[in-house]
């Protein structure tokens, strides 16, 4: 694997683990004080982490590869497509957060019917929950199955992708308190954890990267 954009891929790791927090406190403190900055701060946060998501996905495809090239494969085009998703969503609402105070009223009642309607790009959070969900889901079992990576961050993984899958169908269906619960535990507890322990772990050499002998994997 190329060393390099390992690491690159294990530091965009980390730095979408601590945007996570960085979000969080945006979204649920900052917009209590000032929702102007709270918002613009908590949609450009989750256009960042779109795109430095994107060189992860492609650095764990790379890592896990030799335990089942399609599985890793498949969740690398998931990720990819979440990672796409974010950035497309996160931009489009900062870009028109950013228009509205030179616009005129007729223009800022439109700019504020638009972000009442369901994103085009990510409708009810399909690809920031529901898509990276099922990649996050896929990336633990290959993880737990081919041990290239430490087990318990294959779990974790796991529990990670079911509570974003989880948080999809409550974002859907309007169940609040379902949205408070698990997007709290994935987005300041277990996302970040996994995120920044993953950026660790692409960083460091291991041994199962050099050595040449087989790797179990699924069929």
Do not use: C, K
């Not at 950035?87 to 005129?104: C, D, I, R, S, V």
């Not at 638009?114 to 290959?142: C, E, H, N």
């Not at 989880?166 to 997007?183: E, P």
């Amino acid at each position: 694997m190329n060393r390099s954009f390992a690491r690159f891929g294990g530091l965009s790791a980390i730095i979408v683990g601590a945007l996570s927090i960085l979000y969080a406190v945006f979204f649920l403190v900052i917009t209590r004080q000032n929702e102007e900055v709270g918002t613009l701060g908590s949609w450009v946060i989750l256009a960042v982490s779109g795109l430095f998501s994107s060189a992860t996905f492609i650095a764990l495809y790379q890592r896990l590869r030799p335990t089942s090239e399609g599985f890793a494969l498949w969740a690398l085009v998931l990720g990819l497509l979440s990672s796409f998703a974010t950035l497309t969503h996160g931009a489009y609402q900062a870009l028109m957060l950013l228009t509205l105070p030179g616009a005129e009223p007729e223009q800022r009642a439109a700019i504020e019917l638009v972000r009442m309607v369901p994103s085009q790009f990510d409708p009810a959070g399909l690809g920031t929950f529901g898509i990276i969900g099922l990649a996050s889901l896929v990336t633990g079992l290959l993880i737990v199955v081919g041990g290239r990576l430490p087990r318990l961050l294959g779990y974790l993984a796991v529990a990670n992708g079911i509570l974003l899958i989880a948080l999809f169908f409550a974002s859907a269906a309007g169940a609040q308190t379902l949205i408070l619960l698990t997007g709290g535990l994935t987005s300041v507890i277990v996302g970040p954890i996994w995120w920044i322990w993953l950026g660790r772990e692409l960083w460091r050499e291991r041994a199962a990267d050099r050595a040449s002998a087989p790797t179990p994997s699924l069929v």
